[in-house]
């Protein structure tokens, strides 16, 4: 005794429903992918946060380059012997923000000094090759940093900050 009301094929009615259906699954995921999709950052907020290289063969002795890196300016000096030797030679108790060089540069490349140029104060640009140091001077409010980018003078209440870097070859550095 079978019922007649349970069949073994599908009716017309069954079809609808599933492509119906199936077609209502596909329709959502069409619609939540782009949803879904424009919450990743773009090309350009990608890149801007990627680390960059920076071939130090053409900065000559005593030069300061600038380099952009997250939007920050980033110095790259090439000291001269004499800098190296004045950086080091200054007491740390002098200092309003004690540190001493060999902190402030890698191991092997104390020729090479790479800090974020923006002044501890109130984030100005500072001038390189300047001040009674010889190494920045800011110009907003004049506080000065030396050769080794420490604070020595002025409202600054800190060091000129180190960006995340290393050295990929002797002539080469990677920021970030």
């Known amino acids: 005794?079978?019922?007649?009301?349970?069949?073994?094929?599908p009716?017309?009615?069954?079809?609808l429903f599933i492509a119906t259906?199936?077609?209502g699954a596909i329709g959502v995921?069409?619609?939540?992918?782009?949803?879904?999709a424009q919450m990743n950052p773009d090309a350009?907020?990608?890149?801007?946060?990627?680390?960059?290289?920076?071939?130090?063969?053409?900065?000559?002795?005593?030069?300061?380059?600038?380099?952009?890196?997250?939007g920050k300016p980033i110095?790259?000096?090439?000291?001269?012997?004499?800098?190296?030797?004045?950086?080091?030679?200054?007491?740390?108790?002098?200092?309003?923000?004690?540190q001493s060089d060999q902190d402030r540069v890698k191991a092997g490349h104390d020729q090479?000094?790479?800090?974020?140029?923006?002044?501890t104060h109130l984030g100005c640009i500072p001038i390189s090759k300047s001040g009674e140091y010889n190494g920045w001077f800011c110009p907003c409010h004049g506080s000065v940093y030396d050769t080794s980018g420490r604070i020595r003078q002025g409202p600054a209440p800190a060091n000129l900050p180190l960006p995340p870097y290393r050295f990929v070859s002797d002539t080469k550095i990677e920021i970030g």
């Open 44 to 70: 350009s907020t990608i890149a801007a946060g990627a680390p960059i290289e920076v071939d130090l063969t053409p900065i000559a002795e005593g030069q300061v380059i600038k380099v952009t890196w997250r």
């Open 29 to 36: 995921a069409a619609t939540m992918v782009p949803l879904i």
């Open 112 to 119: 090479w000094l790479v800090v974020i140029g923006i002044c």
């Open 11 to 15: 009716t017309r009615r069954d079809f």
């Open 75 to 98: 110095f790259i000096s090439h000291r001269t012997k004499q800098e190296i030797e004045q950086a080091q030679s200054v007491k740390l108790s002098a200092l309003p923000d004690p």
């Open 21 to 23: 259906g199936a077609v």
């Open 1 to 9: 005794m079978t019922n007649p009301s349970l069949r073994a094929e």
